[in-house]
């Protein structure tokens, strides 16, 4: 298997609305992708195209190696393929530790195995707070959270919506490290930023997308290259 996700020719509706264009992406075994734009840059929609969760769409989907284009949310998830969305949905009468029952799968071949302790040395915020209410908890923590609690379902890639938006610049760097950490476990990773900072800090590639569009496809290094496309596409 060369890539664990390829998304190819994906569009996406929104009633009438055509929305993402054709967007395309790989991504290999163990390697973090950034999709990086602005607001409204389509990040959000390609994320939830991905997991069918979108009104209409169509292009094609191979995770692990297999099209699951046509697959339900929840079975889509089962395969080991972890959503982190942007607004969070945690339990918020629910404490952590229960929290984090809720997102438990077992065990899959070839994906790193998180329990609840080894998820609070990754997080060592949540482990001061177990027995917390989720809804007591600060938008970081809460960030936090929703990233642990996706990782209790043992996925082989995570999709990961906004990871630093909003935080705190200490929180920020707790952030990057962990998800430093969740690759070196051997975890396959895509996030959405627009900090282009903090996807320096953890990214192998980054595909950036602008109206719905992919605008550029690379590495770090051939992005550092290229100001002209931070400036069209990424300066504020």
Do not use: C
């Amino acid at each position: 298997m060369t890539h664990k996700l390829a998304v190819a020719n994906l569009n996406a509706y929104y009633g009438q609305a055509h929305i993402l264009f054709d967007v395309a992406f790989t991504v290999a075994p163990g390697e973090v992708v950034a999709l990086l734009g602005r607001n409204g840059a389509g990040k959000s929609t390609t994320f939830l195209s991905i997991m069918a969760m979108v009104e209409r769409r169509s292009g094609t989907v191979l995770f692990e190696g297999d099209d699951v284009s046509r697959l339900p949310t929840y079975a889509i998830a089962r395969r080991g393929l972890g959503f982190v969305p942007e607004n969070r949905r945690i339990f918020a009468d629910l404490t952590v530790e229960e929290n984090l029952m809720v997102g438990r799968q077992a065990p899959r071949p070839g994906a790193p195995g998180w329990t609840p302790e080894t998820l609070f040395t990754l997080f060592p915020n949540l482990a001061e707070m177990r027995k917390r209410p989720g809804g007591r908890m600060s938008g970081g923590e809460q960030q936090m959270l929703t990233i642990a609690r996706t990782l209790m379902g043992n996925p082989s890639l995570v999709l990961l919506d906004e990871p630093s938006e909003g935080l705190a610049p200490k929180i920020v760097e707790q952030m990057a490290a962990a998800i430093l950490t969740m690759k070196r476990e051997g975890l396959a990773i895509v996030l959405s930023e627009q900090n282009l900072h903090f996807a320096r800090l953890i990214s192998d590639r980054a595909v950036i997308l602008e109206k719905g569009r992919v605008r550029f496809s690379g590495s770090l290094a051939e992005l550092e290259a290229r100001p002209d496309i931070r400036d069209a596409y990424l300066a504020v």
